[in-house]
Each structure stands twice: as C-alpha cells, then as structure tokens.
C-alpha cells in the first residue's frame, strides 16, 4: 500500500478535494471471508485526512463476506473523526449480541489471515498459500463457538449469515485442496 499511500498523499496536497475508488471485495472474487478490518482501519484515515470527499466503493453481494468492511466505511464515510476500533466493536456487540466475543475473534482471525499472509493474488493458488487446511479448521472452530454463543433467534440467524458462508467456503477449497 505505500504506493496507494504516496499517491492519495500527493493528491491530498494537490487538491482541495478528491474522491476515492476502493474495491470492497478481493480482486471480483467475493466466495473468501474478507473483513477489510485492518485495510481500511488503516486506509481509511489517511484518505479522509488528504481531503477526501467523495468516498466510492464498488461492491457486490458480499454481505456474509465481507460485512465489517461494509460497515467500517460506510460509518467513516458519515463521520471520518470516528475511532476503526470503536467501530468494529459496535456492529460486533449491536450485530451479534450475545455471540460478539466469538464472532469477534473470528473475524479477526480472518483478518489476519489476509494481513499477515505474504500473498497478493486472487482465489486460486493464492487462497491455497492463505487458507490453509489448518487455518481452515481453525476458522471452523471459531465460527462454532459464534453458533454456539448465539442466545436469541436474531442473533442465531446473523452467525448462521457468516456461518453458511464459511461453510460454502470451506467446499471450495476442499475442491481446491483435492
């Protein structure tokens, strides 16, 4: 992203206005789990302090996937001066209710995945290199202790949204894996 960062940097200097275009999904591909919590905990400030005013995300039918990141922008697009972390903590405990903790930790390990994992490509071998079967199983073990944290059928039925994503996920890449 230092080149993303150089750029809106430079234009934030240059203009007294600018709009952003962010793909809220991983190169047109939206089966994976992709939270943006860390991308644009991170992006986000920065855009918005280089006097951004047009925020424009493209974005598919990702809900299940891809939720968080929704959320996160959609709230600092209202407000930039919001704190990422207070956000993620909000649609958490206001989404999840009695399942925020475990669904929190799931998210997050998600997250990490695609933080901490040196790869830059799409599906594929790249989700091979990032979803491995014992981050996969992980993964797994996460969402179970969500379905099992989950008290009303609001909140059953919102871990179950993520759950039958994951489990949609997991198919794919046993067939990757095969």
Not at 51 to 58: D, G, L, N, V, Y
Not at 87 to 109: C, L, Q, T, V
């Given at each position: 992203?230092?080149?993303?960062r150089?750029?809106v940097?430079?234009?934030g200097?240059?203009a007294?206005r600018?709009a952003?275009?962010?793909y ?14 860390t991308?644009?905990?991170i992006?986000?400030?920065i855009i918005?302090?280089n ?6 995300p493209?974005?598919l039918?990702n809900?299940?996937t891809?939720?968080h ?9 209202w ?7 207070k956000?993620?903590n909000?649609i958490n405990?206001?989404?999840y ?19 901490k994992?040196p ?7 790249g ?9 996969m ?7 179970d ?12 039925a919102r871990?179950?949204?993520a759950?039958e994503s ?6 794919f890449?046993?067939?990757r894996?095969?």
């Amino acid at each position: 992203n230092q080149s993303l960062r150089n750029l809106v940097n430079g234009w934030g200097k240059a203009a007294p206005r600018m709009a952003y275009y962010l793909y809220q999904f991983n190169l047109a591909e939206v089966s994976s789990p992709y939270p943006m919590i860390t991308k644009l905990s991170i992006d986000l400030p920065i855009i918005y302090k280089n006097h951004c005013a047009f925020w424009q995300p493209e974005n598919l039918a990702n809900f299940e996937t891809s939720l968080h990141g929704v959320y996160l922008g959609n709230r600092m697009a209202w407000n930039p001066r919001l704190a990422p972390a207070k956000i993620i903590n909000e649609i958490n405990r206001n989404f999840y209710g009695h399942a925020s903790d475990a669904m929190g930790a799931y998210w997050k390990f998600i997250d990490e995945i695609w933080v901490k994992t040196p790869e830059y490509s799409g599906c594929g071998f790249g989700h091979l290199r990032r979803f491995t079967r014992e981050r996969m199983a992980e993964a797994r073990k996460l969402m179970d202790a969500g379905l099992a944290a989950g008290k009303t059928p609001q909140e059953i039925a919102r871990v179950k949204l993520a759950d039958e994503s994951l489990q949609l996920f997991e198919l794919f890449m046993k067939m990757r894996y095969d």
